[in-house]
């Protein structure tokens, strides 16, 4: 079972006991061994302070003109709940979970918050097994690659809405900031997609860059049905 999750991390762990604990629910520990400190939860805390380190190193080395709020918000919707429990299900994490019974009946298993929790606990496993470099390839093969690959496909939006309102003649588009909201260190932000100076789709993110993207998707699945394949 082990070996399974292991090629799917693309890490063997020489403890496999590091592996197994970041695998381990709380609900499994106060039933089996009677001791929530048998759980992943220590991992946890340390691997989001490893992975948070590790996402802000990214960016501040592949953004260099970004200032600090938008690398900020950036590092935040890359280490938030739903990008990592898209991580997790990606490698079918959720499958290798060690559930009590309760855990087993409430879902747990499929939980976006406890895969987020595990994806992080095993970062920590991985630490403690190989050091730094072992992790840091860890979270360059799952996390930061899918990231790598979302914003380009982010990106899209606004060029194949501009490809397809320029099949007209003197058509203009302008993006429009109408709303923020949040803490500076989690602000979302609003804007719409004028087209001809009217709205045609409005989208909400972590920056205003990824804002006008959903905007600009929501344009083209409201004016060129069939146009946006299922992502």
């Not at 919707?77 to 994490?93: K, P, Y």
């Not at 087993?104 to 050091?131: F, H, N, P, W």
Request: aromatic residues 8%; charged residues 25%; negative net charge.
């Amino acid at each position: 079972m082990l070996r399974d999750l292991e090629q799917a991390l693309g890490y063997t762990f020489s403890d496999k006991s590091l592996l197994q604990t970041a695998l381990t629910h709380s609900s499994h520990a106060n039933e089996f061994y009677h001791d929530s400190l048998c759980s992943y939860e220590r991992l946890e805390f340390l691997g989001d302070s490893i992975l948070g380190f590790v996402v802000a190193e990214y960016l501040y080395r592949h953004y260099p003109n970004w200032p600090e709020g938008q690398l900020t918000r950036t590092r935040a919707e890359i280490v938030c709940e739903r990008s990592l429990a898209t991580v997790a299900t990606n490698i079918h994490l959720g499958d290798f979970l060690l559930l009590g019974h309760g855990g087993e009946l409430d879902g747990s298993r499929k939980r976006e918050s406890i895969l987020c929790d595990v994806v992080e606990s095993v970062i920590a496993a991985t630490y403690l097994d190989g050091g730094f470099a072992a992790a840091k390839e860890l979270i360059d093969r799952l996390v930061l690659s899918n990231i790598s690959a979302m914003m380009r496909k982010d990106e899209d939006y606004k060029t194949r809405l501009q490809e397809l309102v320029q099949r007209k003649k003197n058509q203009q588009l302008s993006y429009h900031l109408t709303g923020e909201s949040g803490p500076d260190h989690a602000k979302s932000f609003n804007v719409d997609v004028l087209l001809n100076g009217k709205p045609v789709g409005s989208g909400e993110g972590s920056s205003k860059k990824r804002a006008e993207q959903m905007a600009a998707k929501a344009a083209i699945a409201g004016l060129y049905p069939g146009e946006l394949e299922e992502d």
